[in-house]
């Protein structure tokens, strides 16, 4: 029974984490151009009195814009502290992949990041209605 459990912890820990990885290597990926990035700010309610809500978390969300063929997809960008990656700089090319309600974006030289999507509007102006 004992050698059992050990076989079956063995099989989870080899294939449930290269699962992920499997994924993220059939990931495809298209050319795009950030727009913006800038830091997003939830609406809160404004009270004069205190109370006895928690404080604020020190979480640093950014909303960040990125044109990919004739939409463009605003991502809410994470992190722990107050850093904005250089690849989010306007007007840099970027590699971008979407899965549902997920962007995944690789800059020169950095790591994979994702993102979570917030909203897609396309595009106006003639290079995008010359095409259809």
Do not use: W
């Amino acid at each position: 029974m004992r050698e059992t459990l050990r076989c079956l912890i063995c099989f989870v820990l080899v294939f449930g984490t290269s699962a992920p990885a499997l994924n993220a290597s059939t990931r495809q990926f298209q050319k795009a151009i950030v727009v913006s990035a800038q830091k997003y700010e939830p609406d809160r309610p404004r009270y004069g009195k205190r109370t006895d809500a928690p404080p604020p978390t020190t979480d640093y969300t950014y909303d960040v814009s990125i044109r990919l063929n004739c939409s463009v997809y605003v991502g809410r960008y994470e992190s722990a502290f107050d850093y904005l990656p250089s690849a989010f700089a306007p007007e840099q090319s970027i590699e971008v992949s979407l899965e549902k309600h997920l962007m995944f974006v690789r800059g020169l030289g950095t790591d994979e990041m994702k993102l979570g999507v917030v909203r897609r509007y396309p595009v106006a102006g003639d290079s995008c209605n010359s095409g259809r």
